[in-house]
């Protein structure tokens, strides 16, 4: 406590060895000596009024003159307001501030305990693996939010917030270093690249990985929150918040999503989180798609109903007619990701739903209807379940209607569990839906009918993208064929495309 004796105790505050630091006047120097003697005292609060008439005159109201010296010694950061309404001290007048209590600063206190405010960061070194450069900028995001937090107490050009932003540039400027002479690559840093983030996209991106990894549902989740963490001002308030609206980059990227809940106050706020394939890239970046893979082939091995179909060619090695690759070429753009993202801000799509895709492949056998379903769930990069629908008679006539609906319950749950959104594929799909009997007929046509009527209900409800395979279209009922919103002849290629 030398440095703190050493004010208290001065004659002349201009000679102890934290004035310099202090960047004021002798005249406001005396005032801090003053609080702080009363502090060491044990008197945490004084009255802005009790102390200009304790080292001012009183009469004629002299010391009213001196309220300019509390107004400076605030701005800059060594003491703070003890109000019931904490209010900015730049917004507020220097009458304000007369009936009010002030106490010093946890900046003020740290100076006088260490007798110097310098900023010692560690050695500059590579980062040795993903997990340390990650401690380094959530440091950076805690580092925001205490400057966010004490320019609702302090004037911007205090020195508090002067020395929070002063080590904000330090520690930057560190990480930037640190990346430089890393030469194993930084999961994040690549990933910051490959998406093309600005750096204030990145900063809220950091925010919600802190609050990730932290497992809670914290104050980063939060618009306003995020939106102070990157701006300094509050026409940059304003600004910013069309980075966390619909149609920003980080949302139309699928980096970044939100939920609306109902807050305290009866109005509607937005709570922000990763979406699940970015964290699981970050935390496992070489294992996410090989996991997600194994698994559903797994969870399909474990039931009788699915065939994981392994996929290893695109429709760019499928010998097609070319009327049929051109109409294929036409749906992959319109189930693409990028273009659902666009319909999705343009309002067109609903923003909580997948893409939705009903298909019917006809044509004659052998003109590559099931290795164009699967090229085309390799093209989009999906994984593929199908089932053959002959099958599913065999097993199901006689049963109740909830086995049939089964088949779809279970293909949704296997999607739930594995995390991913297969295309399903009914192979075949003439044998089961094939025009419905008329008429009284046996039980077994009024069974097949009723089973239909579930598969029509079902098919109509079913969210993601189904190909429906068939020789013949004519075969298929009419009430299921209005379901398929994409029908697409397969011919049998020319003499050009067999000698490819």
Known sequence: MKHLIDFIDAKNVGKTSIFEHLKCTKGEASLIQYICKRYVAGLEEV???EILQDNFPSENYLYLKNLTLMKNILDLGWITQVSFGQVKAYEASKLELLNTSVTPSIALLRLLEEGSLEIFLPEVKPYTDHLEYLQDQFDMVALLHKIATFKQGFADNSLSIGRLKNKLTLLTTRIQERVKMTKTPIVVEEFFKEKGLEEKEKRIFLALLKEEYSGGEGQFRDMNTLIELISFDEYEKIKNRALLEDGAKLITDDIIDYEEILNMFGGVSRSFYLQEEVMQRIIHPKKSKKVTK???????????IFEYLKTTTTLDDVVLHPKTRETLNNLVKQVDKEVFKKLKNWGIKDKHKGIDARIIFYGPAGTGKTMTAMSMAKTLKKPILAFDCSKILSMYVGESEKNVRKIFDDFKDLSKKAKVEPILLLNEADQFLSSRSEGAGSSADKMHNQMQ????????????ILIATTNLLGNIDKAFSRRFNYKIEFKKPGKKQRLR
């Open 453 to 464: 009527n579930i598969f029509l209900e079902q098919i109509e409800k079913f969210e993601g």
């Open 47 to 49: 009255s802005v009024l």
């Open 294 to 304: 194994l698994k559903l082939d797994a969870l399909v091995q474990e039931q009788a």
